[in-house]
């Protein structure tokens, strides 16, 4: 990562610790690293998720006209396609 860190505290369940320390060293890592990229998919799939259902909202509006359902579908498609498929 290029961007700009910060320290920061975080308090975790001991055993979540330990397994955190237990993937850092399989990975040859740093515990920091193993943390940013778990909170970076997290953050990812989380907004993947707001998108969807923002999506889903518009689409069950019965009053859309078919034109602008068929837009949606396509919308639809493409993420599950391009973004869901990801996870």
Do not use: C, F, H
Not at 32 to 53: H, K
Request: aromatic letters at 4%; a negative charge.
């Amino acid at each position: 990562m290029n961007s700009p860190t910060a320290k920061t505290a975080v308090s975790l369940p001991q055993e979540l610790l330990e397994k955190t320390n237990k993937i850092a060293r399989e990975m040859r890592t740093s515990r920091s690293a193993v943390v940013t990229e778990a909170l970076t998919e997290y953050v990812r799939r989380r907004e993947n998720e707001q998108i969807l259902a923002q999506i889903n909202e518009v689409y069950d509006d019965e009053t859309l006209t078919l034109e602008e359902s068929n837009l949606i579908q396509a919308g639809m498609t493409y993420v599950a396609e391009n973004v869901i498929e990801q996870w």
